[in-house]
Each structure stands twice: as C-alpha cells, then as structure tokens.
C-alpha cells in the first residue's frame, strides 16, 4: 500500500495536515459508512494534540459521531472503544519513533474485540488520499472527553485479567518513555504492592517522547536498576503497546524471551512469532516440542495468525507480546504477566530468562528512501546480493533477513549465526554494497 506500512500511516508529524486528515475519515465513511462511532485518543507527542484537534473537527464535518479519550496507551484505545460500544478507534500515535514523527492507527470490531483495521478499509481510505476532495470543515462546538472514564475501564480490565496476587515482595523500577503510559505510570504496580521506582513520565503533550529514554533507550533504567539493587525493570514504548525488560544484573530481557517465559508459566504448546525471532527460541520451541507459526514482521500478522491456528500467545522480538484472549501487543499487561510468573514461580526474571541461550544476532539500520525500498524488492542485483551473503552464512549455521521498515525511512539487515564477530564482519560488508547496489 501507498500510505499504509505495518504499522498503520507514519509520516512526519507537519505531513499530516488539515486536508490529510479530513481524507482518513472521509476514506473511513466511504468504507462504513455515517451511521459509525469513532473514539480518538493518542500518544504525548506534541503533535498528537492538533491532530486528535483536527480529526474531531473532520468527524463534525463528516457528520460522524465522535468522542476524545486524550493520552491514552493503544492497548487502553483498543480496549476501550469497544467496551465503550464504539465501532472504531482512531489512535494518534508513531509508537517509539522520535516527537518529530507521529501516525495513524486506525482499530474496528471484531467478533469479540478490537482489530486492526482489515485491508478493505485501509484501501478505501487510500484512495480517499490519493482524491482530489476539497475540504470545508464546519465548526465544532461539543468536543465530548471521555478519558477519565476510559483510563479507570482500562485499570479495571489490568487487575481483572492478572487477578488477585500481592507485588509487596517486589521492587521494581518503570520508564514510561515520557508517553502515553504515564497517565498510568506505576499505579497497578503500587496498588499490587509493588516498590516502584518511575522515570520518564510527563503525561503532557511533550517533545520528550522516546528521546533517550523507553524501550528505545535502556541506558537510564539499567542505571536505576543497578543504582537501587531492584529486581527488575521495565522500559515501555512511546503508545505503550510493547516493553523490554531489565533483569537485576541489567541485562535486557526481550520479547522473545518474554514469549519463552510466558509459554513456560502457562504451560503452551504453541506459540506465534515473527521471521525476526531469535534462532535460539526457535530452538528452544523445538526442543521443548512447542510448535512455532512463523509470521511476517508486525503485530497485526502475529494476530492474525493466533486467531486463525488458535494460538494463545506471541509476539515480536521487540516486545510486542500478544497474550490469551488479548487482541494486540498491550506493554504493561505483558509486565504485569512477567511480575505475576516472578511471584508465582518464587523465580528471579535473570534465571527464567535464561530458558533459552539466544543465538548471536546481529541488527544494522541502514538509512533508506522510498525508491531504495523499493529497489531492494524489485533489483536483480540486490536479489543476488542477497542470495549471496545467505550462501556466505551457511557454514555459520546463519540467516539473512533483509526487508525495509514498514515505520521508519530505513532497511534493516539482519543476520544471525554461530559467531558473532564473523557475522557483524559479514553485516557490515553487505551494507556497503547494498548501499552501492540500490
């Protein structure tokens, strides 16, 4: 698609403009229809504010009804419009890119909770983009805000689905990358009887998000953990909808760690993951006779799979964790999960995440504009390029990933293999001459 990537529409924040905007919702009408309720709500970047602005406006225009939540995490948006009898939720947010960025993810009901919009809708609303309306907004005068109704919904759906247990025994440190977690910050944790150690946490609309802090940026929490002798930390993205962890020794804890840990606690045999997941999970699904669907990269495809095989959890590496009876990637759930197995396997997070060796990996962002992403799909030369650095990897027991970002102007390349000095050798190598070739 021409404006939808894997995660929803992301572009710099001063591209969405009045006119952009008004074309999504017109492009949404065109797919369901006037007779819809849409909820909006975002993340904390400054920009998320004129946009959620705008968007009211263009829903007073369209003559759809319409509520606000403000901030609120994705998982929380999710959540909400469908419990709240809502047919779609538009949620402002790029996620754990710069302030700089922002985009649109766009969720519709499901049979028994909320999706990701299907590809029927993401295709109307593209060719809405690509029309030649003209917009006239009309004036708005009732701006309905339902977030202090929807923040305590969603805090009352956390402590249902982890259920009664006591945190006391726990101390735990929680970056809330100064974004749509920290209208929540540490309160389930406290409220559970958790020590807790919060940075990061500016609820306001802010040019902070994701700068040097969250799951982007480790460095401040590992600090807190070591400087306090914590058990742990937990570092969520910028809407919240993902988390890395820190063990007591801080190390990161990724997602397909959590997977692993959580597969084990709930005793599963399948799980969901992408083609980015660690060799060594893999081989620890094998092992342990847990059969693995391989998805392509994204959230959205982790779902999709889990709702057509029946599979109860998975995820991505980064630390989008899909869990029973969830519909998408929700970053404090997944730390309450791991907070909860902790307490009930009397385990310290350093030994379960040791359930797995990873295998060496290795990950460069190589900078990439449309017309290289493209070129990476369609040139011969780079198909070659390819095929040879994977032949290269073979007597490492390796893979190659290479693919563009679906969020960001960049192509990562991934590899992994059985020692890590000769595959960053071989990483670096074949970045160069991607760069020459495309």
């Given amino acids: 698609m021409k404006y939808f990537g894997t995660d929803g529409i992301r572009k710099k924040a001063e591209e969405f403009t009045t006119e952009f905007l008004a074309k999504i919702i017109k492009g949404l009408s065109d797919y369901a229809g006037t007779d819809i309720k849409i909820l909006l709500g975002g993340d904390t970047r400054e920009s998320s504010e004129w946009i959620l602005t705008d968007l009211e406006t263009a829903c007073e225009t369209f003559g759809l009804e319409y509520a606000s939540v403000g901030v609120l995490p994705t998982p929380a948006i999710n959540y909400c419009f469908y419990q709240m009898g809502f047919d779609f939720a538009i949620d402002v ?3 754990h890119n710069p ?31 690509d029309s030649d309306y003209t917009y006239q ?15 305590n919904l969603y805090k009352t759906h956390l402590k249902n689905y982890i259920g009664d247990i006591d945190f006391s025994n726990l101390k735990i440190g929680i970056d809330c990358a100064n974004g749509a977690t920290s209208v929540i910050g540490d ?4 409220e559970l009887g958790a020590k807790t150690y919060l940075i990061n946490a500016d609820s306001h609309y802010n040019t902070t998000i994701n700068q040097n802090c969250g799951s982007t940026h480790l460095e401040s929490l590992q600090k807190l953990v070591a400087e306090n002798s914590l058990d742990f930390g937990i570092a969520y993205d910028g809407d919240g909808d993902r988390c890395l962890l820190i063990d007591s020794k801080s190390n990161v804890v990724d997602g397909d760690q959590i997977i692993a840990i959580l597969a084990d606690f709930l005793s599963l045999d399948q799980i969901a993951i992408t083609v980015m997941a660690n060799q060594g999970l893999l081989n620890w699904a094998k092992d342990n006779n847990i059969k693995a669907e391989i998805t392509p990269v994204g959230d959205s495809n982790v779902a999709a799979a889990m709702r057509q095989y029946g599979i109860k959890l998975g995820g991505e590496q980064s630390g989008h964790i899909i ?9 404090i759930l997944t730390s309450l999960m791991v907070a909860r197995t902790i307490t009930n396997s009397q385990k310290s997070l350093d030994s379960l995440a040791s359930v797995f060796t990873k295998s060496p990996q290795v990950i460069l962002n190589m900078p990439a504009t449309a017309e290289q992403k493209q070129a990476l799909k369609s040139s011969d030369s780079a198909k070659n390029l390819l095929l040879e650095y994977s032949k290269k990897l073979e007597p490492l027991n390796g893979r190659l990933l290479v693919r563009p970002s679906g969020t960001e102007p960049l192509i990562r390349i991934t590899m992994w293999g059985d020692d890590e000095s000769a595959i960053t050798t071989l990483a670096k190598e074949l970045q160069t001459k991607l760069e020459q070739t495309i």
Avoid at 113 to 127: D, N, R, V
Avoid at 138 to 151: M, P, Y
Avoid at 187 to 190: E, G, N, R, W
Wanted: glycine content about 10%.
């Fill in 93 to 95: 947010t790029a996620s």
């Fill in 99 to 129: 302030y700089t960025d922002n985009g649109i993810k766009i969720f519709e009901r499901g049979r028994t909770t909320g999706q990701k919009l299907c590809e029927e809708g993401c295709l109307a609303i593209e060719t809405a983009l």
């Fill in 137 to 151: 907004p009309v004036s708005t005068t009732l701006r309905e805000n339902l977030h202090d109704e929807a923040l």
């Fill in 187 to 190: 309160s389930v944790f406290k």
């Fill in 323 to 331: 869990l029973p009876n969830e519909p998408t990637g929700d970053g």
